[in-house]
């Protein structure tokens, strides 16, 4: 079995439900359980392709470092030690194959770029003096004063096809660090202390990366809303 036969539409049956607890799917996935990769390929194939984006510059080449991703997991299944959680795992190996590719296809992201001190924390949203500075003690990054209400503008509006297209362009367009990010906390659901551990940074520099992502999106959704 290759990676590319492990998606199944639909499930296989009610046994799919066991995979919810990671200890049975951890065992599923070394006893070469097809249903098993079904699971775990299904709940986090997209995820994976969309930070893998962040690091290579197209779409085709961010499907072929996931692809290498999924073989990574099946070589690597029977060593893993069960010291981080199974999603940390994978998106370890996505991380470290997407750097790798980005180096070669000249996309690369520095080091320094998730060093607190980095310039990835000089103002990037034109408007400085609405963000507190990244050495505030409990509030680095977030609104001196928080933003206007958009409780006038109609549901529909906010929640059309159209503005979801302009959010995901705005995300795309990120310097990678904050692009990862934001997918991961905005997108994908994860929790800090996830993102933390999955992009090894520490939790003051992802809350900084967060809210710079945010502010660069509600900025250009503040413009495109106010457009007629």
Not at 108 to 128: C, Q, R
Not at 177 to 191: A, C, F, H, K, P
Request: glycine content about 6%; charged content about 25%.
């Amino acid at each position: 079995m290759n990676a590319t036969q492990w998606h199944v539409a639909g499930t296989r049956g009610p046994e799919i439900g066991l995979y919810a607890n990671e200890d049975i799917l951890v065992e599923g996935l070394r006893n070469r359980d097809e249903t098993a990769f079904d699971f775990l390929f299904n709940r986090y194939h997209m995820s994976l392709t969309r930070l893998a984006m962040a690091y290579v510059p197209s779409r085709a080449v961010a499907e072929e470092v996931v692809q290498e991703t999924w073989m990574g997991v099946l070589q690597g299944i029977g060593r893993f030690e069960r010291r981080s959680s199974l999603k940390t795992w994978l998106f370890r190996i996505l991380t470290n194959r997407a750097k790798t590719r980005g180096e070669r296809e000249g996309r690369s992201i520095p080091f320094s770029a998730f060093d607190e001190g980095g310039d990835d924390h000089a103002d990037v949203t034109g408007e400085p003096e609405r963000f507190l500075p990244a050495e505030h003690p409990n509030r680095a990054g977030q609104w001196t004063h928080s933003p206007p209400s958009w409780e006038t503008i109609p549901e529909d509006r906010l929640l059309s096809q159209e503005t979801r297209r302009q959010v995901e362009q705005v995300i795309v367009s990120l310097p990678p660090n904050q692009q990862m990010v934001i997918t991961l906390r905005d997108i994908e659901g994860w929790s800090a202390e996830e993102v933390c551990n999955a992009l090894a940074v520490s939790e003051a520099n992802q809350r900084v990366l967060l809210h710079r992502a945010r502010a660069r999106v509600r900025r250009a959704l503040e413009q495109y809303l106010a457009e007629e």
